[in-house]
């Protein structure tokens, strides 16, 4: 009997042991590492090289704004599976001078002389994904001309020239972005140029392997001397207006002349205390204030993390903000958008109405899971001013098109027209399309507190949810908030198509219990176990009283967190 009771405290022992190595010491049941914690200056990037380069521009005597350029800059050359001057940008900056925050609305509307009678006449129902028919005006560099007009310190010449030095000297791929190049690339590659710029020697760079991009530093040399508006006014604009004539495309010199950025308000909830700041449409920032204003009358904590309630909850509230996403997120310029009422609390009263405790909902029009890769970045100094930057070529590497001997593919992010012209986002011509990238932003009592974003399509609100109720909620620290196992409901159709009826899928990644999973599917859910397609995050938490930065950056991609 004796020997019986040791062999079972033994057992024990072992057990305990077990469970013990498989959980962080927080008792979190997913893994996660340190907060990075910086004084004079932190970085948060989706690339390691990026990090480094926005530190040394602040060592250099710049300010978070040209960092956040210098490193968007360079993630166009190592990241161009998610990012590049081809695409759009969002920011939010908080500016230390006027203790103010600024939203930079910087898509790029449809080509003037593309009518919405093109695809009526050749019976078309959508926008293609690739090609020349969704190339919208590349926004992203004038993005740059007015961040740096308006905050920026250091010369065009200083900020540009790290990525100028990688592009001819040569960078090794990091494993993600080498997987998600040669997925785009056996798409991509039948279209003119492309495989000229991306594909050397007719296949695509590997992991560790070393790749040079000289036509892009040539054409960031330009910039640097001419300044960034001849992206839109010069040779540059020159090239792209000849090489879409001669594949069949709209954009023109003119479309690039006629750009211009938006400096737009950001708009705000309060959530528990804080004030969750997003841009208006045509993103789908608001999203998040919506859904926000719905879980709030909720005791999420007392649900606990990973619970079937909270998730339940969660789903079904996407669900409501998605419908909405879907009926009135458009440019504000070509439709009348209810956006008071929609991110009124009043209105989060109305719509938790129709929400269930006990089952799924089947009926609400939800909107797809996308796959298009994004950069975010976010960067802070030691003045205090702080940037939330998200940038993107929709769907990865975006069209296809690679305008000649420039170093860079041109966006597709006209796909996400509606060709129904009843629409509020349905086609036409100087139009910006419904956009998914999102800077986020808090504050507390008047002060920063919170730069983040989360890529990844329709995850992105749904990420930028779940990471402010990890960290307000759950109370996580700022790299477990993104570290945790994360929800991903996924539906049938963006703002361009027809809903469907069977309530989508919740996608769930590893770490959540089988339980739970089972309860959820006795409420009606369906539930799928996708190991990708949960986003990637960045963020800086700034301590109020000691003004000491917190950077996390995603652990399921190449990201970087740093600071000195």
């Not at 990037?45 to 990026?50: D, E, G, I």
């Not at 040209?66 to 599976?81: Q, R, Y």
């Not at 991306?198 to 910039?223: C, H, V």
Request: aromatic residues 12%.
């Amino acid at each position: 009997m004796k020997n019986i009771r040791i062999l079972f405290i033994f057992f024990l022992g072992i057990n305990a042991l077990v469970a013990y190595s498989q959980d962080r010491i927080s008792g979190r049941n997913f893994s996660s590492r340190s907060e990075v914690i910086a004084q004079q200056g932190i970085a948060a990037t989706s690339h390691p090289l990026a990090t480094q380069v926005a530190l040394d521009i602040l060592k250099k005597g710049g300010n978070a704004i040209d960092a956040a350029i210098a490193a968007n800059a360079l993630l166009g050359l190592v990241e161009p599976t998610g990012s590049g001057i081809g695409g759009d940008l969002f920011a939010i900056v908080w500016d230390a001078n006027t203790q103010q925050l600024y939203g930079l609305n910087a898509s790029g509307r449809s080509p003037k002389n593309l009518q919405a009678d093109y695809f009526k006449k050749r019976k078309m129902d959508v926008i293609p994904s690739f090609g020349p028919l969704p190339v919208t005006v590349p926004g992203c560099v004038d993005g740059w001309n007015e961040l740096h007009q308006k905050f920026g310190k250091l010369p065009i010449e200083d900020i540009l020239a790290p990525a100028i030095y990688y592009a001819e000297t040569g960078f090794p791929l990091t494993e993600v972005v080498a997987y998600y190049w040669e997925l785009n690339s056996n798409r991509l590659k039948v279209y003119p140029g492309f495989s000229d710029i991306f594909m050397k020697e007719g296949k695509t760079p590997q992991k560790g392997e070393i790749f040079k991009n000289p036509a892009l530093a040539d054409t960031y040399r330009s910039l640097s001397v001419q300044g960034f508006r001849a992206f839109y006014e010069g040779e540059i604009a020159d090239i792209i207006d000849r090489y879409m004539k001669d594949n069949d495309g709209f954009l023109s010199k003119e479309d690039l002349e006629s750009h211009y950025s938006e400096w737009v308000n950001p708009v705000s909830t309060n959530y528990r205390g804080y004030d969750i700041w997003q841009l208006p449409p045509n993103g789908q920032g608001i999203a998040v204030l919506q859904m926000l204003n719905m879980l709030e009358p909720f005791n999420i904590k007392s649900m606990g993390f990973g619970s079937k309630e909270f998730i339940h909850l969660f789903v079904e509230v996407k669900k409501l903000a998605f419908e909405d996403r879907a009926k009135f997120y458009a440019d504000p310029a070509f439709a009348k958008i209810p956006l008071e009422k929609l991110i009124s609390k009043s209105y989060a009263q109305e719509r938790l109405k129709l929400f269930s405790k006990e089952k799924a909902s089947k009926s609400f029009p939800p909107g797809i899971k996308e796959t298009d890769n994004t950069i975010y970045l976010t960067v802070a100094d030691a003045e205090g001013n702080m940037v939330s930057l998200i940038q993107s070529n929709y769907r990865g590497m975006g069209s296809g098109m690679t305008p000649t001997g420039l170093g860079f593919v041109l966006q597709d992010r006209g796909e996400s027209f509606s060709l129904d012209p009843k629409h509020l986002n349905a086609y036409a011509p100087g139009k910006r399309p419904f956009h998914t990238i999102i800077p986020g932003f808090v504050t507390k009592e008047g002060q920063p507190w919170l730069s983040f974003g989360l890529m990844g399509g329709a995850m992105q609100p749904q990420g930028h949810v779940q990471i402010l109720i990890n960290l307000i909620d759950f109370e996580m620290n700022l790299q477990e908030a993104g570290d945790a196992m994360r929800i991903s409901h996924e539906g049938s159709t963006e703002p361009t198509g027809n809903p469907m009826s069977d309530g989508g899928w919740v996608n769930l990644e590893s770490g959540f219990n089988y339980e739970t999973i089972r309860e959820l599917m006795k409420m009606g859910h369906r539930i799928k176990f996708d190991v990708g397609g949960y986003g990637g995050y960045q963020a800086i938490l700034r301590d109020p009283t000691t003004g000491v930065y917190f950077g996390a950056s995603e652990s399921r991609k190449d990201g970087q967190a740093a600071g000195y």
